[in-house]
């Protein structure tokens, strides 16, 4: 494990949320530059001669580091997510609330220039209690009574606190206006625990699988097809239990991550990361049929894991795992099972990372923190190479080009010694 200390960073006050389902990185108004999405739950005024830049629970756009839309008076927002669900022309904003209300914005919309609102799309009742949402953009689902729907918009995965997993799809209205219909259900899941996140995986033979984690370890993919059990016709559901190991708790609290790409040869394209609120991590190679851990690490953690995301930080094509605790501490792992440690130094209560867009025409790999001071905190700039700590003659025999240079110049050194040390090198690349 290597420590790291980054230093960029941008604090934005009085904004925060308590949990991460509620942090979302997407291109919301089409211009090419990534956005933070937070949706902000009601938890009254902490100073009442301050005003609150969150009030009676909202939904905030940060913009290049800033506040840009916003829409208060949402209540409880429990969860937020994004991608082209009313339209394949233009993407949609969703934000979930406890009770049961799903509000869809547009954040396209071409008003005023200092318009800082966003236009209301939707306002629908579908299910209490959502604990995390995400857009299955590109999916493909054909119902015989939707066939009219099937090269229409995508759909949306819904989690709930009672175990079900709901999928919806838009449906145009009929009359002129645009913009308007409503969600659809389409179908819905019962698992057997508590589902802390879903989220989308790919293999070689199949696109766009909905994964829920379960508790201890285990995930399900649940398949948008039906299939008859004991006399009645049920959604179909592929559940992997856990790896059991010694004093494991089974009700343990999971994250799960999947799609993972990865550039080295000899590994499986269709990986999956798992963690364990407990400090456990996973990387699995998983289909419907199979699942095998390739390899698995326990962190000494004071308190719970939580938010794990997917990045590329080295911009080398791979995606690398990164999971936060309570205190602070950030772990980010490769495909290779090397770490990188970053303590942040405040507690957090909410975590993600991808890329955002600091300033125009640039995304770039950020970690998204809020903390429990009402804050949140963008780190940017990594600028990280290497997640293992890397010397220079690794660093240098890993350019093509270094073997070549460095004959030619062993040529023209005016000294013996310096001649010597040009051919050791030069012997040591080859």
Known sequence: MRNITFVDRVEVPGVTTITSANLHLYDVDDDGDIELIIGHWDLGDLDPNVASVCPNGSLLILKYGRVWKSCCDLHMVTCVTAGRLCS???????????DSRCCIFDATSKGESN?????????????????????LEGGIFFLPHLDVLKDGP???????SDRIVRLFRWVPGKSSGKGTGELVLLIKWELAGQISRISLHS????????????????FAFLQKKFESYEGRMCPT???????????????MRTWIVGSLKSNLSGVADYLIGLCLADGTIHLLSADLQKSGTIWSVSLPVNGELFGLS???????????LAVCCWDGSTYIFNHEKDILHFPVGQTCQ?????????????????????????????YHNLDVQSIPSCSL????AAQPDVMGRLQQFSGHCKSHYESSLMRKLSIDFA
């Open 88 to 98: 394949k022309e233009k993407p949609s904003i969703v934000a979930l609330c406890a």
């Open 115 to 135: 318009d800082a609102s966003l236009s209301l799309v939707c306002n629908q009742q579908i299910a209490c209690n959502a604990k995390d949402a995400c857009v």
């Open 154 to 160: 995508c759909d949306m995965a819904v989690a709930y």
């Open 203 to 218: 293999t070689p033979t199949m696109s766009n699988l909905i994964l829920a984690s379960q508790p201890g370890g285990g």
């Open 237 to 251: 559901l592929v559940y992997h239990p856990p790896k059991i190991t010694p004093n494991q708790n089974m009700e």
């Open 310 to 320: 997917r990045f590329d930080l080295t911009s080398d094509g791979s995606d690398e």
């Open 350 to 378: 909410a975590f993600t990372a991808g890329r955002l867009a600091m300033s125009p025409r640039r995304n770039e790999p950020v970690l998204i923190y809020a903390t429990c001071e009402q804050s949140t905190l963008i």
């Open 393 to 396: 003659l690794h660093a240098l």
